[in-house]
């Protein structure tokens, strides 16, 4: 079975400074990882996913996730946060041997001016 | 290009009532799903379908039924409503999990529905 832990529900961080959402993750077999955005009263957007590529994933909005085995994790990070970057934010894996996406519990970010 | 919508956008139902979520997506995708959205627990996956005329179960199927009559169309219905079906349901669809080249596809979330269930 597959499944993801983030870690914190609730992080805030000051403009400018950086942005770490941490997710870890549980998988028998090589696992697809995702990072989804969701705005106030929209459905969720993709900001970024790991194919098995490159461990270090750039997305759109200046968000970048590094995918690490050895810590199972798939941590979110952007160098200088934005007002625009206050969300709600998702991790989620899927892996070939199945139809399904499995959501994380959402971190809600908020940016302090 | 509309993507994926959701019709209602909001509902309040009392409990028993039946009601109907219609999806629709215009992108020619194979692969339609429906989440429900509850505080603290993220998207728990509802049922989804692989195409046309097929439907499977997710996570948390009960007291939900679909179908997939029409590929640009996934209905989920509620034929009896109860308060713990208050939430926000986002449908979503996708080419496929894994494309040609094995590597996963993206899903796109429609807007959602929030429904109170009194």
């Known amino acids: 079975a597959q499944s993801v832990t983030q870690l914190g529900s609730h992080v805030s961080v000051s403009e400018g400074a950086l942005v770490l959402l941490r997710c870890n993750y549980s998988?028998?077999?090589?696992?697809?990882l995702f990072w989804y955005v969701q705005y106030p009263n929209q459905g969720l957007q993709l900001l970024l996913k790991?194919?098995?590529?490159?461990?270090l994933v750039k997305g759109i909005n200046g968000f970048e996730a590094e995918f690490k085995k050895s810590e199972t994790s798939f941590h979110l990070t952007k160098p200088s946060a934005h007002m625009s970057d206050a969300a709600e934010y998702f991790c989620?894996?899927?892996?070939?041997?199945?139809?399904?996406?499995?959501f994380g519990t959402g971190t809600s970010l908020t940016v302090i001016p | 290009n509309a993507g994926v919508t959701q019709t209602p956008k909001f509902r309040v139902l009392k409990t028993g009532q039946s009601m109907t979520l219609l999806c629709a997506q215009d992108?020619?995708?194979?692969?339609m799903y429906w989440y429900r959205q509850d505080p603290g627990m993220g998207l728990r996956l509802i049922h989804y379908?692989?195409?046309?005329?097929?439907?499977a179960k997710g996570e948390v199927p009960d007291g939900y039924n679909v179908s997939r009559l029409k590929k640009q169309n996934f209905l989920l219905g509620l034929e009896s409503a109860a308060p713990s079906q208050t939430s926000v349901y986002f449908c979503?669809?996708?080419?496929?999990?894994?494309?040609?080249?094995?590597?996963?596809?993206?899903?796109?979330f429609g807007p959602g529905t929030r429904l109170l269930v009194l």
């Open positions: 979503a669809s996708g080419k496929s999990p894994f494309g040609l080249a094995g590597l996963p596809g993206t899903q796109y």
């Open positions: 790991y194919t098995s590529a490159a461990t």
């Open positions: 379908s692989v195409g046309e005329g097929t439907t």
């Open positions: 998988s028998s077999v090589p696992p697809y």
């Open positions: 992108m020619n995708h194979e692969y």
């Open positions: 989620a894996v899927s892996v070939s041997t199945g139809n399904q996406f499995y």
